[in-house]
């Protein structure tokens, strides 16, 4: 297993993984919207790539304040060997690299599985905060 940054032939299997992964799906899972981010900041991208197939994804934004941690994704068929906690550490070390100091992730919280997660790749719920979404 490595862990690269996406490209654009990665699209499509960005969407399948993520429908198989049953991930919540998001007003943003089209393939433009995938295209903008990687032409936009590849390096905030990453993917999971074992004997060719594409088996996990993290998106690490970074705005200059704080970093982000969005769209955990992993297949199914692998889960629970690592893959996800080597995503985290790829993209924290990559968010440290370029000056932040502050991480949050975005975790659904009725997801017990990702919650625990989170929680013992050392995150801890922020309960005071709650988050405000609006689509345009």
């Not at 998106?59 to 955990?72: E, F, P, Q, V």
Request: aromatic share 8%.
């Amino acid at each position: 297993m490595r862990i690269r940054h996406a490209r654009y032939a990665d699209i499509e299997n960005i969407l399948a993984l993520w429908n198989d992964a049953e991930a919540a799906p998001t007003v943003t899972d089209d393939a433009s919207s995938i295209d903008r981010l990687i032409h936009r900041d590849r390096a905030s991208f990453f993917v999971a790539e074992e004997d060719g197939a594409l088996v996990g994804t993290l998106i690490a934004g970074y705005d200059g304040w704080r970093g982000h941690l969005y769209r955990m994704a992993v297949h199914p068929n692998v889960r629970r060997r690592g893959i996800a906690r080597d995503l985290v550490t790829e993209a924290e070390e990559h968010l440290r690299a370029i000056g932040c100091k502050r991480i949050d992730a975005h975790v659904l919280a009725e997801e017990e599985h990702a919650v625990a997660f989170w929680e013992a790749c050392g995150y801890s719920r922020q309960a005071e905060i709650g988050r405000f979404v609006k689509s345009t």
